[in-house]
């Protein structure tokens, strides 16, 4: 399968802890992106890094790529009541067509 | 003004039934997407189109037919409706199909079927 996994699938942290969620997968890829789904709304794009790039800040956002490990990591920092969300890593992967292949994202909740 | 607008954003109708969904981007992309997500959240491409030519079809029943009349618009008709096409629908669009493609969605269609 070329979904990986989110890890962990829900998340409960105090407001401006740190919160760090995990991605794995398991073809090569162009690039890992991650996004942020209200609840009840669309995706909304929050950061792309490149197969080679190891790190990428944007903001609190810190998100780093391990090709060997297959793995990536996404860490918001001071979290506050309004990163409440689904976050989701996506992999673009190269095989035939390009394509981006989500997994089941992780349940993000910042209590105050 | 909304880049990527679906309609409707609910559906609620019987097994069996035949249901479209609407999406338009204004972003002058070339490439629109259909995705399913389930009520686990998972999120599944289903279709792509690069400037109205099919690209990615995975493998989703035949009683689900995309069409584009032009490449700002995707429609997602779905013939003969199961229990099982429950979901949120979501469309989303990208500048180029071979680009690094950061995605732009839409505000999801929930389906339920009775």
């Known amino acids: 399968s070329q979904q990986g996994e989110e890890d962990p699938q829900a998340l409960s942290i105090q407001e401006g802890e740190n919160a760090t969620m995990n991605c794995s997968y398991k073809?090569?890829?162009?690039?890992l992106q991650w996004y942020r789904q209200n609840s009840g709304r669309g995706l909304v794009h929050l950061i792309l890094i490149r197969s080679n790039e190891r790190e990428k800040h944007s903001g609190r956002l810190r998100v780093t790529l391990d090709t060997s490990k297959k793995s990536s990591s996404l860490l918001i920092t001071a979290s506050r009541a309004a990163d409440t969300a689904s976050y989701f890593c996506a992999r673009r992967v190269i095989q035939g067509a390009q394509k981006l292949v989500f997994g089941q994202g992780t349940r993000l909740t910042i209590n105050p | 003004d909304t880049a990527v607008s679906q309609t409707p954003k609910y559906l609620v109708t019987q097994m069996g039934n035949d249901k479209s969904i609407k999406c338009e981007q204004n972003?002058?992309?070339?490439?629109m997407y259909w995705y399913k997500q389930d009520s686990k959240k998972f999120l599944k491409i289903m279709f792509s189109?690069?400037?109205?030519?099919?690209?990615i079809n995975e493998t989703v029943p035949n009683r689900f037919s995309p069409k584009s009349p032009d490449k700002a618009h995707l429609n997602l008709h779905i013939n003969s409706l199961e229990l099982g096409d429950s979901a949120v629908y979501f469309c989303?669009?990208?500048?180029?199909?071979?680009?690094?493609?950061?995605?732009?969605f839409g505000e999801g269609s929930r389906l339920t079927v009775l």
């Open positions: 989303a669009s990208s500048q180029t199909q071979g680009g690094p493609g950061e995605l732009f």
């Open positions: 073809t090569s890829i162009n690039n």
């Open positions: 189109y690069n400037n109205k030519e099919l690209i």
């Open positions: 972003l002058g992309h070339d490439t």
